[in-house]
């Protein structure tokens, strides 16, 4: 049996931050090399009406050029006062966007999972990294922390140790 890190890759992309004071963008990386990407959103509570969004771009640069939006459709999530008691992920599909809120997710605790197929990343036009970010919510003093796993590594004949690299 492979060790866990041995068939996924975990970068860190916001590292803990207060959210609102201003908007957080996360590190650009390379999924040429997976099949899918998760990206994991761990939120404390805030205040009403501050709702953290978060916006996920493809770029064919790992400085974020010709950035455009990436649309994704599925969300899961767990929310709740205290998170620690909440077992189960509640699905959400939305209609195809590149970004997710949810109007009463600023006043509890939050865990959020947008995992994506890396073949829905316009490759055809060069376009190999991700980027996520949460924009400013408000004058909470809300905390987050966004990771991305990359996951199905593609080229995984003859891998030992860890797979390819995604921090360019």
């Given at each position: 049996m492979a060790h866990l890190l041995e068939k996924m890759n975990i970068v860190p992309a916001i590292m803990p931050v207060a959210l609102g004071t201003a908007a957080n963008n996360g590190?650009?990386?390379?999924?040429?090399n997976y099949g899918r990407i998760a990206i994991?959103?761990?939120?404390g509570v805030g205040a009403a009406s501050q709702d953290?969004?978060?916006?996920?771009?493809?770029?064919?640069?790992?400085s974020g050029g010709s950035s455009k939006a990436l649309n994704f459709t599925r969300i899961d999530y767990k929310q709740a006062?205290?998170?620690t008691a909440v077992?189960?992920?509640?699905q959400?599909?939305?209609a195809a966007a590149n970004t997710y809120t949810e109007a009463t997710m600023g006043e509890t605790q939050k865990l959020i999972v947008i995992d994506i197929e890396v073949n829905s990343i316009d490759a055809d036009n060069d376009f190999d990294y991700v980027q996520a970010s949460i924009a400013d919510p408000g004058t909470a003093t809300q905390l987050g922390a966004v990771l991305y796993i990359l996951h199905e590594p593609r080229y995984v004949s003859g891998l030992t140790g860890y797979p390819p690299e995604a921090i360019a």
């Open positions: 590190d650009w990386v390379n999924v040429e994991v959103f761990l939120g953290p969004t978060i916006t996920v771009l493809q770029a064919k640069t790992n006062s205290a998170l077992g189960t992920f509640t959400v599909t939305q």
